[in-house]
């Protein structure tokens, strides 16, 4: 209660330069839906991390856009969007997507920039992933979404091998592909499929590259310089985390995560944006928790109430289609995500999907061998031991996708959202009952 007073009454009235949305969990926490409703009061969007791993789900009324690359406020109309240099890109799905948005009427290339510092994945980076995914890493599969991620930033951070989107276009890029795709088809013989080796011949590629560089290059720009102009010149950015803190290659369930730093602290690293812009983080969870792939994950529910949230909440994976593991709100880990990000305010997502329980749990500590334990782990192998200590607060057992306003939650559903807020140290600043637009009870100003 004491958070959510805080905000009606002393917060959101900062000058804002830079807001921030970033997921507090393992990803897929519905930051589409909020940066689709913050879009409208800012001037540009950023996706600064990540690339086609990440799923973002904007629904409009009837129509339902599932977006990869491209940022969520391409919705919003007349709002640029970046797509910055922390960014990788997989040009074949990103053309795609951008026919898929203007065959529905959409115009994404009139406001849509490119940079052209953000990598490529190239056909090498799916076979690769495609051949190591299979590995076994602390005994379980990381169980990566196949989109050549991991091997893509692998060859960014190791230079010999990258290609940029400005190489596409670059009189230097039959020499780069020619030797690369050499490179790559002698590392990755003993390891791939003969047949996906076929893809890497170097004529294919090197087409490829001059398709992409038609359908792309003029939206190529110099994202960096762009943005740091439009912030002299007193725009309003809002930047789009993709995955989620708890999956962040530095901070996250190593080596369970993915390669970029998905939490708060890659904003400013993916974007070209320095932190002193940053004056608002907005930090969104899920009222419950999920996750895709492998790795720990204390609160999961292997039952009949993990199941039961999995198909209340239509917790099937936007990229991969995989069910999503599900489990109870992990107090813990958000509070370690909430910090390390520099939360502002929560957002507190799929209310609706707890309605109908008799109790719920939140997990207040960790039991990790004999010892209560409530900071979060570094060793994978630990939070695998670790056993979720629970506080039962009582269910709200009615439907809240109605509720419009903070007072209309049963008791109950509000003592939920107190007590998370006061685990968390943050006060709330959203609350969301649904996928809609409308669906949403903004507690503070953006
Ligand atoms: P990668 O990012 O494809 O390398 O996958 C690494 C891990 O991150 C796997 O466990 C994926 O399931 C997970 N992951 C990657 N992107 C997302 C996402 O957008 N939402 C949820 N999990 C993700």
Known sequence: MFFILKVLFGFGKTSVAATCVIGLQWGDEAKGKLVDLLAPRHDIVVRYQGGANAGHTVVCGKEVYKLHHVPSGILAGGITNVIAPGVVIEPNMLIRELEGLEARGITPRKNLMISERAHVVMPW????????????????????????????????????????????SSDQLKIKITETAAAKRHMLAPIADPSDLELLDTDKVLQQCHMWANSLGSLAADSTNYLLDELDAGKRLLMEGAQGSLLDIDHGTYPFVTSSNASGVGVSAGSGVPARWITNVIGVTKAYSTRVGGGPFPTELIDETGQKIREIGREYGTTTGRPRRCGWFDAVAVRYTARLSGIHYLSLMM????????????????????????????????????????ETLPGWNTDVSNVRKLEDFPTNARRYIDRISELISVPIGVLSVGPDREQTIFLASF
């Open 125 to 168: 980076h799916f076979v690769e992933d495609k051949a190591t995914n299979k590995a076994m890493v602390a005994g379980e599969s990381i169980g990566t979404t196949n989109r050549g991620i991991g091997p893509c930033y692998r060859d960014k951070v190791g230079r010999t091998h990258a290609i940029r989107i400005a190489d596409l």
């Open 351 to 390: 209310m609706d999907v707890l309605s109908y329980f008799d109790t719920v749990q939140i997990c207040v500590a960790y039991e990790l061998r004999g010892e209560r334990i409530s900071r979060f782990p570094c060793l994978a192998e630990d939070l695998r031991l670790c056993k979720p200590i629970y």
